[in-house]
């Protein structure tokens, strides 16, 4: 992998995790439950990075949550594992919808990312349901149902409201521009 993409990765993972501690600070729902806005970047690097990008952008935005979640947290070991799967997942599908539904050549793009990723959250939702109601139940002795009636709706809330600051930023023509020609630039040079 090109050495721009890895600290491109780096970077949106590094922003991910003081995403991550900022709202987790600030946003103490429960014991165990808080916001978490770590999963902004991942939507960055999928949507401009695409698919493998948006997957291991995510396994690092994860190291945070899976810290705090998990050791520090209820979920033991299984969280510190489990966490950055799931954020992955956002970012695999997100990436791939986007550049596989060619979102990003269409001329209204901004409005059909709040949809996209909508429902690139919904692999994620369903792992999460997983996670908290078979796997942590089975390895650690936690989680449940109880825990997804803070968790669900939670997630939904931030998904709701990255949706429309990513539709924000791929609106912004200058974001955009830098971006993209960031990735155009390295399309370019790898052919010589």
């Not at 995510?58 to 799931?86: D, E, K, N, V």
């Not at 997942?89 to 901004?110: C, F, M, N």
Request: with cysteine; hydrophobic share 50%; glycine share 14%.
């Amino acid at each position: 992998m090109d050495p721009k993409k890895i600290a491109f990765i780096s970077l949106m993972g590094a922003l991910a995790n003081i995403l991550f501690l900022m709202s987790y600070h600030i946003g103490p729902i429960t014991h165990g439950v808080a916001l978490d806005l770590s999963l902004l970047t991942v939507f960055i690097a999928a949507l401009y990075g695409g698919p493998a990008i948006g997957f291991i952008t995510g396994l690092f935005a994860g190291i945070f949550p899976g810290i705090y979640f998990g050791p520090l947290g209820t979920g033991s070991w299984l969280g510190l594992i489990g966490l950055p799967i799931g954020k992955s997942i956002t970012g695999l599908t997100a990436g791939w919808l986007y550049k596989g539904l060619g979102v990003d050549q269409r001329p209204r793009k901004s409005v059909l990312t709040v949809p996209l990723i909508l429902v690139s959250y919904i692999p994620e939702c369903i792992y999460t349901i997983a996670y908290f109601v078979s796997l942590l139940p089975y390895f650690i002795g936690g989680g449940g149902i109880g825990i997804l009636a803070f968790v669900l709706p939670k997630a939904w809330a931030e998904i709701i409201f990255m949706s429309f600051f990513m539709s924000a930023l791929v609106g912004n023509h200058g974001f955009s521009t830098f971006i993209t020609t960031f990735f155009a630039g390295y399309k370019t040079r790898s052919k010589s």
